[in-house]
């Protein structure tokens, strides 16, 4: 079975301090991990993906930090702003070739920054 | 904007009818997915077409049929609507060369009553 458990469902996090999510995967074959951010009533928007040959990916506040032997990543969001208010969904993907992914994701965490 | 486009942004129905959501892809993708998301739950995948034949198949029910049609766009159906149906019906497409994920639309939001 294909899955992808993430937590925590839902996170409060005081302005300027550090959101942490984290997500499980059991498929080796996975072979990219992206997360997504999505705001209310609109669509999932690409944040930051890896890819296993590396252990941490840094954007900006946004880190993925990758465990390849646990099989386990995480975002990490610095400085978290209330702007960053979203809902965060992990995913993990095998690429089968000419532009085909099969994305499995995460049940998504809400996180909310307060101020 | 991610440069995939969905209509109708919402729909409200009736239970038993049939509804059709459209998607157009972004410029130059051939690849279009389509998501269910219903109230707090995740992103369930439900069909993919690549370049206008089925790629893969996710948690589709049978009342629901896919397409992508010449042009690349993508309709998705849903006939025999359930109350459980109401939901919001992600699209997105994907690059040729890869690398950069999936891109999504903004959704259709399907209410039925």
Redesign the interface.
Known sequence: QQQVKQSPQSLIVQKGGISIINCAYENTAFD?F?W?QQFP??????LI?IRPDVSEKKEGRFTISFNKSAKQFSLHIMDSQPGDSATY?CAA?S?S????????????TKLSVIP | D?G?TQTPKHLITATGQRVTLRCSPRSG???V?WYQQSLD???Q?LI?Y?NGEE??KGNILERFSAQQFPDLHSELNLSSLELGDSALY?C?S?????G????????SRLTVL
Do not use: I, M, N
């Open positions: 990219y992206p997504y009533g609109k669509g999932p928007a690409l993906a969904f993907s690429y070739g000419a532009g085909s992914y099969q994305l499995t994701f995460g049940k998504g | 991610s995939v993708d051939l690849s997915y739950q995740g992103l995948f993919q690549y790629r893969a992600f997105a994907s690059a040729l060369t890869g950069a994920g999936l891109f999504f639309g903004e959704g």
